[in-house]
């Protein structure tokens, strides 16, 4: 691989694809390639690519971040002077256009213990999913982008969710389903009838586009996004409906980010004593041990005792409880138990 260097394991290649919806509850997903991102190079100078290298990071921290005004953040400064040495593999590559591109991955463990020295908190791995419904209207009609047919602008989507390492959804239509979101329904009315639709889908968030194509073939899309009980609006005007799209999705990822990834959530640890009840078999402990083992809000999981169908585990959770119960809360494997602290049942 030309121009390649690695320390600790290969390039993984950015995967491109919407998310098709999945048989029942969906909830989160572990996002990947959190610390590689891919940027544009003049040349394969080394000025260029220190340059190069610098841009790739900051991307790398909007993702772990959660926020795009971290690329601002003066804290970062002397992270981003490191970023040629936090790199663990670069290769050159080629855009559609033919330009010259840079895709690097960075040392994750390095990178984390940086981030943490300058006080910059890092959204772990586990993201609440988002189903998104784009509903376009036209001088010709309604159409609803679905993951039967994805389309450019379910390509823009994906991209930029990509690149915000927010996991989005489209949903599958059927005929009943467009039924209900006919030309006759207008908004708001409109996006409170995608996100009734949507909760079969069970994802913590859903986000609602209506893209109007207007007489002078401008384009406009009003946002609603459905999150814990609330909503949130924006509207968007402009010229390419792909662009206003992506944009959308940052607002998306911006919104997670607030809610998510406050830096009081991620700030600290905490010592906790987690007791997961349901646990009947081998297998059982066995997935409620990877799965906490998974989780990048725990460290240091150790079993404190087993009995019955009861395991407690000793564990040091970053950001504390409300962190571990959000990041468990994502999932569909266990379930908190009711006016119980620190306590889980094992989903069936």
């Not at 804290?75 to 970023?83: E, G």
């Not at 602008?153 to 930029?160: E, I, P, S, W």
């Not at 959530?265 to 041990?289: I, K, N, Q």
Request: hydrophobic fraction near 45%; aromatic fraction near 6%.
């Amino acid at each position: 691989m030309s121009g390649a260097r690695s320390r600790r394991c290969g390039l993984r290649a950015a995967a491109l694809a919407v998310s098709l919806a999945l048989a029942g509850g969906v909830g989160a997903r572990d996002v990947t390639d959190l610390y590689s991102a891919t940027v544009a190079i003049q040349d394969r100078s080394t000025a260029e690519l220190a340059r190069a290298a610098q841009q790739a990071l900051v991307q790398v921290i909007v993702k772990l971040t959660g926020a795009r005004s971290s690329a601002g953040d003066a804290r970062i400064k002397s992270v981003l002077r490191s970023a040629s040495k936090l790199m663990l593999q670069y290769a050159y590559g080629k855009a559609v256009d033919g330009s010259l591109t840079l895709s690097a991955e960075f040392d994750a463990e390095e990178l984390a213990r940086e981030l943490d020295a300058s006080g910059i908190g890092v959204w772990g791995k586990e993201r609440p999913d988002t189903l998104v419904w784009l509903i376009i209207d036209t001088g010709v009609g309604r159409r609803i982008v679905t993951s039967d047919e994805p389309e450019a602008l379910a390509t823009a989507a994906a991209q930029r969710a990509q690149a915000r390492a927010v996991p989005v959804l489209l949903p599958l239509m059927e005929i009943e389903d467009t039924q209900r979101l006919s030309a006759a329904i207008a908004w708001p009315a409109l996006a409170d009838a995608a996100h009734e639709l949507g909760r079969r889908y069970a994802t913590p968030a859903t986000l609602v586009g209506h893209v109007i194509q207007s007489a002078s073939s401008a384009w406009s899309v009003r946002w609603r996004l459905f999150l814990d009980g609330e909503t949130l609006d924006w509207t968007q005007q402009g010229e390419l409906p792909e662009q206003l799209v992506a944009d959308g999705i940052d607002g998306l990822g911006d919104a997670l980010g607030r809610r998510y990834a406050t830096p009081a959530m991620l700030a600290g640890s905490a010592r906790l004593r987690v007791t997961v009840v349901g646990v009947r078999s081998a297998e059982d402990y066995a997935r409620v041990a990877n799965y906490l083992g998974s989780l990048d809000s725990l460290r240091d999981t150790f079993v404190v005792s087993v009995s019955g169908a009861q395991v407690v585990f000793d564990v040091t959770a970053r950001g504390g409880r409300a962190a571990l119960a959000q990041a468990i809360g994502f999932g569909n494997l266990l379930a908190p138990v009711p006016a119980q602290t620190d306590v889980y049942e094992l989903r069936p």
